[in-house]
């Protein structure tokens, strides 16, 4: 009659070390894309909002300004008050998507106004320059420091002087 053997100690702790091993592989992938759609929603949020203030522009024939907050955690859409006048908005909506790792890059970043023709100048407006694109930055921190942790993701936005958009990835 033979005696009947279970799993020797080596061979649980082998087996427990390589369900380790797949559990905090699982774990980071999660990780990478949940952050990766997160970036992703917000570049799809403000490019819906950049949409928006184009089709305000044109059905309004008025400038529609996006001004980002300095902090580099929201930005606004206002139109003209007074299409005579460039100094006066009105506020449309306030955008706070970002969460306290996601960020845009508020040092890069220039306030802008799209006009009825899709023409993106920098705010204050001055029509004697001719239109000019700017880029928008996007980032997502790995820690919760503001400073000093590594960027896990990041995009940029490239908004052309005639109302154009390109989404590059860093």
Known sequence: MTKKRGFTLV??????????VLIV???????NVTANSRISGLINNFLADFSQAKLIASAEN??????FSPDGFSYT???????????????VKTVRPLSDRTFFNSGEVSDFAINS????????????VSPSGTSLRFFIRKGRGL????????????????????VEKN
Do not use: H, N
Request: glycine content about 6%; overall charge negative.
């Open 11 to 20: 061979e649980l702790l082998i087996t427990m070390f390589i369900l380790a």
């Open 117 to 128: 023709t899709g023409e993106v100048r920098p705010l204050p407006i001055d029509l004697t």
């Open 25 to 31: 592989m699982v774990a980071r992938i999660g990780e």
């Open 62 to 67: 008025r400038y529609v300004a996006i001004t």
């Open 147 to 166: 400073s000093t942790d590594e960027i896990a993701y990041d995009r940029t936005i490239q908004i052309l002087p005639y109302g154009g958009l390109k």
């Open 77 to 91: 859409i206002s139109k003209q008050t007074d299409i005579t006048d460039s100094t006066t908005w009105t506020l």
